[in-house]
């Protein structure tokens, strides 16, 4: 089993800046994707970005391209998603997930094997 833990949402103005990390624990793996997710009351769960643990290849949604940065730290087992520019459409509540797959970076939330319980961002006109 792999425990997925989020931090560092939280409420910001909109143009402002929020960091959210993500740390992994439990079963470990060499070759996986780990990626950040977010759903709004009432909405499907959206890709927003990933990344491939081993190579550090990135992906993003459109709509946060340019915006959000993922990173993540090999050492210490955490993702981290840099979000800047923010916008009221960017509240959600954001999940990070582990995708046990190695490549590519798959955007469907349904084949991600584990989740963490989310933390929320809310941007304020």
């Known amino acids: 089993q792999v425990q997925l833990v989020e931090s560092g949402g939280g409420l910001v103005q909109v143009g402002g800046s929020l960091r959210l990390s993500c740390a992994a624990s439990g079963r470990t793996f060499s070759r996986h994707i780990m990626g950040w997710f977010r759903q709004s009351p009432g909405q499907e769960r959206e890709f927003v970005a990933g990344?491939?643990?081993?190579?550090?290849?990135?992906a993003y949604a459109d709509s946060v391209k340019g915006r959000f940065t993922i990173s993540r730290d090999t050492f210490k087992s955490t993702m981290s998603l840099q979000m800047n520019s923010l916008k009221p459409e960017d509240t959600a509540v954001y999940l990070c997930a582990v995708d046990a797959v190695p490549w590519p970076i798959r955007r469907d939330p349904a084949v991600y094997d584990y989740w963490g319980q989310g933390t929320q961002v809310t941007v304020s006109p």
């Open positions: 990344i491939a643990w081993s190579s550090g290849s990135t």
